[in-house]
């Protein structure tokens, strides 16, 4: 028996003001895929994953959770949904003015009826599995930009999620925090059995972790498959963007910049 998509997304278009952002995204996500959307800066890789996790309405098309098509729910009818989400934002997003233990257990305290003695425990277990044991009173100002990812994401992970959506999970890393950050994804993937969507432009992280990617060019999916499928495109887009090859109308501007710098120098 076929399994069903556990996210969909059907002729998704979406306006900022007259400018198009999303422009009619199609895409199926299947229980326990991790997918990875990917493509460089201002092509909607944000934006869409606003949409998916209910932050943002589009100006037509539908979004289906578990079944459900989310465009159409109230906020109230949302916190459901959102209770078996897990999101981990770009930079973070941990309260500042919240010990590190304060700010996993926000969202038990805030969506369940579980005694404080409980949701200590379980947040000490979160920690641990994010290898944060023993954090739990350190203030977020005290860790390191890898620490805060890996609190952020024992938060993310504190009410089980069935679903765990990640923006630019290794940005502003150095490479080999950015690569332990990685694996731990994987890691919690493996033992909490979760569908997973990660936004980047990473190339090295969707290597490592995606089972399809999704690749963005101006608001649209031109290229959805493995890694190997995408390497192995005839698509120029998609070549340009596995082999890290600039666009020659940018050459073209630089270059016209700098011979202007090096007039100007001569003066």
Do not use: W
Request: net charge neutral; glycine share 8%; aromatic share 4%.
């Amino acid at each position: 028996m076929n399994k069903k998509p556990i996210i969909e997304i059907k002729d998704l278009v979406t306006y900022y003001g007259s400018r198009k952002v999303l422009d009619g995204i199609n895409l199926q996500i299947m229980p326990g895929e991790t997918m990875t959307i990917l493509g460089r800066s201002g092509c909607g890789k944000s934006t869409l994953l606003r949409h998916i996790i209910g932050l943002s309405k589009p100006s037509s098309g539908k979004i289906f959770l578990k079944g459900q098509d989310i465009t159409i729910l109230t906020e109230n009818q949302m916190l459901s949904i959102r209770r078996k989400i897990g999101m981990l934002f770009q930079g973070g997003a941990l309260f500042n003015s919240m010990p590190v233990g304060d700010n996993v257990a926000l969202p038990l305290r805030e969506h369940t009826e579980l005694e404080d003695s409980t949701i200590q425990i379980m947040t000490r277990m979160k920690l641990d599995q994010v290898g944060l044991a023993g954090f739990e009173d350190f203030m977020p100002a005290q860790l390191s930009g890898g620490m805060k990812k890996r609190a952020a994401l024992a938060r993310a992970i504190a009410m089980d999620p069935d679903m765990l959506f990640c923006d630019e999970p290794s940005a502003g890393l150095d490479p080999i925090v950015a690569v332990g950050i990685d694996h731990l994804i994987l890691k919690l993937k493996k033992a909490f059995q979760m569908t997973i969507v990660i936004v980047t432009h990473e190339l090295a992280s969707v290597f490592l972790i995606a089972d399809r990617v999704a690749l963005l060019d101006e608001g649209r999916i031109i290229a959805l498959g493995t890694v190997e499928e995408l390497k192995n495109s005839t698509n120029k887009k998609v070549q340009q963007f596995f082999n890290r090859i600039p666009d020659p109308e940018k050459i073209d501007k630089d270059s016209y910049l700098n011979s202007l710098v090096g007039e100007n120098n001569k003066l």
